[in-house]
């Protein structure tokens, strides 16, 4: 069993940056790959970023390639999302994800976190 639990989330203007966090309890972290995705109102949840167990392979969604770093720390059990050069259209609920493995996490990860609210102002 995973339980994961966001934080960092808040108010950003254009342009600034934002760091979420993702802490995991359970012994099993450091052998699942993780992610992020967001939901905007009225929109579905969009994948955003994956990381494998080691933190060796990463990918990203299109729009925030470039914009957007996902790492872990697996001796904390704690997954992060460095967001800069942020835009009103990043703003979501953020939410945190893990599974087996990235294909997983990617498609339909089996564990979720409740979310954490990242709101850009133009």
């Known amino acids: 069993q995973v339980q994961l639990q966001e934080s960092g989330g808040g108010l950003a203007q254009a342009g600034g940056s934002l760091r979420l966090s993702c802490a995991a309890s359970?012994?099993?972290?450091?052998?699942?790959?993780m992610g992020w995705f967001r939901q905007s109102p009225g929109k579905e949840r969009e994948f955003v970023a994956a990381i494998n167990w080691s933190g060796g392979i990463t990918s990203y969604a299109d729009s925030v390639k470039g914009r957007f770093t996902i790492s872990r720390d697996n001796a904390n059990n704690t997954m992060y999302l460095q967001m800069n050069s942020l835009k009103p259209e990043d703003t979501a609920v953020y939410y945190c994800?893990?599974?087996?493995?990235?294909?997983?996490?990617?498609?339909?990860?089996?564990?979720w976190g409740q979310g954490t609210q990242v709101t850009v102002s133009s």
């Open positions: 359970g012994r099993t972290f450091s052998s699942y790959s």
């Open positions: 994800a893990s599974d087996r493995t990235t294909a997983q996490v990617m498609n339909a990860p089996h564990y």
